[in-house]
């Protein structure tokens, strides 16, 4: 079945220091979503990419969904202690069903 | 708050025993998931229920059984608990059951079997 892999798997950076996580699909996706968790919390959604070779931004992050759809990133520029959390991609497509299939995450950590 | 809710919010059962977790969707959300996150496996997805029919299905173990009732409400049982079942189990809903739909989590279900 599809698998989604994020690397790496923990992150340990300098608060003002940039982060990117990277999402691999075994298959082609027909959308992949980000979301993070803080900790002790749930995860909530970030944002959504359909199109192939798509880039997203949000503040200081910005999301691209690759050209072959089968990869994507998450890119936070210069991190601050309030971008701590897991972020999730998770990706969807007609081998999947309806659901997403999640990454394993990637756990960030921001010291000041 | 998403929405969200799931009861009870923490439960500590024995090996052996069953457990019912709860899960109300969002207002208007057709679509409820179940997650279920430990910390060596990640987000494993359990099952999908779209307006009360079994939409998708994950690694969900024969000792698990869920259903969604006529009021979208749903509900997770698990059984024959074994140490390895202990971890946080997420529902989650959407408006409709397309992957692409966004998903709201809820705060999550800690199960401790002991």
């Known amino acids: 079945g599809q698998q989604v892999m994020q690397i790496p798997q923990y992150q340990h950076v300098q608060e003002g220091e940039d982060f990117t996580t990277y999402c691999n699909s075994s298959t082609t996706l027909s959308n992949i979503q980000w979301y993070k968790q803080r900790p002790g919390g749930h995860p909530v959604f970030l944002i959504q990419?359909?199109?192939?070779?798509e880039v997203k931004k949000q503040k200081r992050l910005t999301f691209q969904f690759g050209e072959a759809k089968k990869n994507s990133s998450l890119h936070i520029t210069a991190t601050q202690t309030t971008d701590v959390g897991t972020y999730f991609c998770a990706g969807g497509n007609s081998n999947s069903g309806y659901a997403l299939n999640f990454g394993k995450g990637t756990s960030l950590l921001v010291t000041p | 708050d998403s929405g969200v809710t799931q009861t009870p919010k923490h439960l500590i059962t024995a090996t052996g025993q069953r457990v019912t977790l709860r899960c109300s969707p969002r207002?208007?959300?057709?679509?409820v998931y179940w997650y279920q996150q430990s910390l060596d496996q990640g987000l494993q997805f359990l099952i999908q229920?779209?307006?009360?029919?079994?939409?998708a299905k994950g690694n969900i173990l024969e000792r698990f059984s869920a259903q969604q009732f006529p009021d979208l409400h749903s509900e997770l049982n698990l059984s024959s608990l074994e140490l390895g079942d202990s971890a946080l189990y997420f529902c989650?809903?959407?408006?409709?059951?397309?992957?692409?739909?966004?998903?709201?989590f809820g705060e999550g279900s800690w199960l401790t079997v002991v």
């Open positions: 989650a809903s959407s408006l409709e059951g397309a992957s692409g739909n966004t998903i709201y």
């Open positions: 207002s208007g959300d057709l679509s």
């Open positions: 990419l359909v199109k192939s070779g």
């Open positions: 229920y779209y307006n009360g029919e079994e939409r």
